[in-house]
């Protein structure tokens, strides 16, 4: 697997966020991705007649840019190279879908309907599903992740998320369970 280096300066960041070597074709589609469902999101919770501050629709800006694009980010080759290199570990995986507790966190403080018990096994379905995906074989890493995401849509609809906000736990789980981890080898 021939994976060049992140460029340098703030490059840097885009490269390993995405992965370096990013076509530009990957690199359209991900931010094209990323506006597209930022749009569409924001204009489903215009149309539902959300009462919501100004920090909340930045809160749902930020949060649409980074689960549409990184839908498609982790779906790439450069993604795949870079988060599936060499010497990267079951254990990182792990890790990179753990972290994503700041976006149920950032979720929950941001709109208060949301309900802290459904957040918690939200999150505890992610990380039993990413423990599933990664103890697979390799060669059913990719149906295990389908299989995990069928239940995360059933998750999803018991989550029950504030009107307007449908959308953010699929999203979040496909971006983590099949974009993500169904990328292994």
Same mark, same amino acid.
């Given at each position: 697997?021939?994976?060049?280096?992140?460029?340098?300066?703030?490059?840097?960041?885009?490269?390993?966020?995405?992965?370096?070597?990013?076509?530009?074709?990957?690199?359209?589609?991900?931010?094209?991705?990323?506006?597209?469902?930022?749009?569409?999101?924001?204009?489903?919770?215009?149309?539902?007649? !959300?009462?919501?501050?100004?920090?909340?629709?930045?809160?749902?800006?930020?949060?649409?840019?980074?689960?549409?694009?990184?839908? !498609?980010?982790?779906?790439?080759?450069?993604?795949?190279?870079?988060?599936?290199?060499?010497?990267?570990?079951?254990?990182?995986?792990?890790?990179?879908?753990?972290?994503?507790?700041?976006?149920? !966190?950032?979720?929950?403080?941001?709109?208060?309907?949301?309900?802290?018990?459904?957040?918690?096994?939200?999150?505890?379905?992610?990380?039993?599903?990413?423990?599933?995906?990664?103890?697979?074989?390799?060669?059913?890493?990719?149906?295990?992740?389908?299989?995990?995401?069928?239940?995360?849509?059933? !998750?999803?609809?018991?989550?029950?998320?504030?009107?307007?906000?449908?959308?953010?736990?699929?999203?979040?789980?496909?971006?983590?369970?099949?974009?993500?981890?169904?990328?292994?080898?």
């Amino acid at each position: 697997m021939d994976l060049p280096p992140p460029r340098s300066g703030l490059l840097r960041h885009w490269d390993t966020l995405i992965g370096p070597g990013a076509s530009r074709a990957e690199q359209a589609l991900i931010l094209g991705a990323a506006v597209a469902g930022t749009i569409g999101v924001a204009a489903h919770a215009y149309l539902r007649k !959300v009462d919501w501050t100004i920090w909340q629709w930045m809160i749902l800006v930020v949060l649409a840019l980074d689960l549409f694009g990184g839908v !498609v980010a982790n779906g790439t080759g450069a993604a795949r190279r870079w988060y599936h290199r060499p010497g990267q570990t079951r254990r990182d995986h792990f890790l990179f879908v753990a972290v994503h507790l700041a976006q149920l !966190v950032v979720f929950a403080l941001t709109f208060p309907s949301a309900n802290w018990l459904a957040v918690i096994g939200a999150y505890a379905y992610l990380l039993l599903s990413a423990l599933a995906i990664l103890a697979a074989p390799t060669e059913l890493q990719r149906p295990v992740s389908y299989l995990s995401y069928i239940g995360a849509l059933g !998750v999803a609809l018991l989550f029950n998320a504030p009107t307007g906000l449908e959308w953010f736990l699929p999203i979040l789980y496909f971006k983590l369970l099949v974009s993500h981890l169904g990328m292994g080898s």
